[in-house]
């Protein structure tokens, strides 16, 4: 089973790069959403549009060992002769995490875990469930910390599909009371898994995601849990 460690995450989106502010520079307008990237300047949005890079204000260049980045830019031009592909100004990003699915009917409880995360954002496109994540650890963490969504290949058919975001902190989490609550700071990322083999290409299933926050609002913890859902939109 593949997995996913976040360690060096602190408060806001991991690898966030925030914009310079750039006045009256002209285009045609302004798109925020998960890409694939399939260069670092090349990038396909979920709707199959082509982004070219022309110009960088985000401060920074995209990594290469990135899949999927979450992107805001303003679309300048249309390529000429093409009828989806376009020259942009890249003004944010943020990188996304990205690994497949977990199978309900092959997972190993302890290995997906069972401590608080919380999903701000989620949302299916491009192929991909996409999620905004939130998970309490130290500043600096001492535990690699690993998310996984799990399919519930056992429950789910073809009018519904049911999903679970699991977190495993390795022990560094409030249900630790070695820890102090205070010592805890929030940190974010975006996670995208492939639904290759679960979703069909053309079908709007609904999508059911459950995980657990801790008893609160969604800024603040303790050592008791409530499971959350919601039903996820496929684009």
Same mark, same amino acid.
């Given at each position: 089973? =593949? !997995?996913?460690?976040? =360690?060096?995450?602190?408060?806001?989106?991991f690898a966030a790069v925030l914009a310079?502010?750039?006045?009256? *520079?002209? *285009?045609?307008?302004?798109?925020?959403?998960?890409?694939? &990237?399939?260069?670092?300047? =090349?990038? %396909?949005?979920d709707?199959?549009?082509?982004? *070219?890079?022309? %110009?960088?204000?985000?401060?920074g260049n995209i990594p290469d060992t990135l899949k999927r980045v979450m992107v805001r830019c303003d679309v300048m031009t249309a390529v000429e002769g093409k #009828?989806?592909?376009?020259?942009? !100004? &890249?003004?944010?990003?943020?990188?996304?995490?990205?690994?497949a699915p977990v199978l309900r009917s092959a997972m190993n409880p302890e290995a997906v875990g069972d401590n608080g995360i919380n999903v701000s954002q989620a949302w299916v496109s491009g192929g991909y469930f996409n999620a905004f994540v939130s998970i309490p650890m130290l500043n600096p963490p001492k535990a690699d910390h690993e998310i996984n969504i799990v399919f519930d290949d056992i429950r789910s058919n073809s009018d519904t599909l049911y999903f679970e975001m699991r977190h495993n902190a390795h022990n560094e989490c409030p249900e630790n009371h070695d820890i102090s609550l205070n010592d805890f700071v929030f940190a974010g990322t975006y996670m995208s898994f492939p639904l290759d083999g679960i979703l069909q290409q053309g079908a709007h299933p609904v999508c059911h995601l459950e995980w657990d926050w801790y008893d609160g609002d969604e800024y603040s913890f303790s #050592?008791? =849990?409530? !499971?959350?859902?919601?039903?996820?939109t496929v684009q």
């Open positions: 089973m =593949k !997995r996913t460690f976040i =360690k060096g995450l602190v408060l806001a989106a310079s502010c750039f006045p009256d *520079y002209e *285009y045609m307008y302004t798109e925020t959403g998960m890409c694939t &990237l399939l260069s670092p300047t =090349k990038l %396909q949005n709707n199959g549009d082509i982004y *070219y890079i022309t %110009q960088n204000n985000s401060g #009828s989806n592909e376009y020259n942009v !100004r &890249l003004v944010e990003f943020s990188g996304a995490f990205t690994q #050592s008791d =849990k409530v !499971r959350r859902s919601g039903n996820v």
